[in-house]
Nanobody, 122 residues
Framework: QVQLVESGGGLVQAGGSLRLSCAASGRSFRNYAMGWFRQAPGKEREFVAVISGNGIVTNYADSVKGRFTISRDNAKNTVYLQMNNLKPEDTAVYYC???????????????WGQGTQVTVSS
C-alpha cells in the first residue's frame, strides 16, 4: 500500500511560480512511476507530467512544456512539480499519482493523493 500526500499549492499571480511536492509512504518508491494530473471545475482530470522510477524519463502535456518540470528524490520518497510562468488556465486541483505499471499519461494509476489547490490570478 502506498499513500501520497501533496503540498505546496496556493494562490499566485500570473507569471509567478509554485513548487508542488508529493510525499509517498511505503517501500519500493523507486519502482513506481509518478505522475501529476489536474482537474479544473467542470472539467475532466487531465495529465500534466510523468516521471519514471529512476527519474530518467519524463513526459509533459503540451500545455505545460517549457514551464513545468517534474523531478523526484527517491531518497526522500518525494516527487516534485516546479511550475513557472503560471497562467490563469493552470488553475486546478493538482493530484499526484503512482503506479508500478507503465500507465504513462492515462488516469489509471493505482494510487492517488488527495489533491492540492492551485489558483492563478490574472
Amino acid at each position: 500500500q502506498v499513500q501520497l500526500v501533496e503540498s505546496g499549492g496556493g494562490l499566485v499571480q500570473a507569471g509567478g511560480s509554485l513548487r508542488l511536492s508529493c510525499a509517498a509512504s511505503g517501500r519500493s518508491f523507486r519502482n513506481y512511476a509518478m505522475g501529476w494530473f489536474r482537474q479544473a471545475p467542470g472539467k475532466e482530470r487531465e495529465f500534466v507530467a510523468v516521471i519514471s522510477g529512476n527519474g530518467i524519463v519524463t513526459n509533459y502535456a503540451d500545455s505545460v512544456k517549457g514551464r513545468f518540470t517534474i523531478s523526484r528524490d527517491n531518497a526522500k520518497n518525494t516527487v516534485y512539480l516546479q511550475m513557472n510562468n503560471l497562467k490563469p488556465e493552470d488553475t486546478a486541483v493538482y493530484y499526484c499519482a503512482g503506479d508500478s505499471r507503465r500507465v504513462g499519461t492515462r488516469t489509471e494509476y493505482t494510487y492517488w493523493g488527495q489533491g492540492t489547490q492551485v489558483t492563478v490570478s490574472s
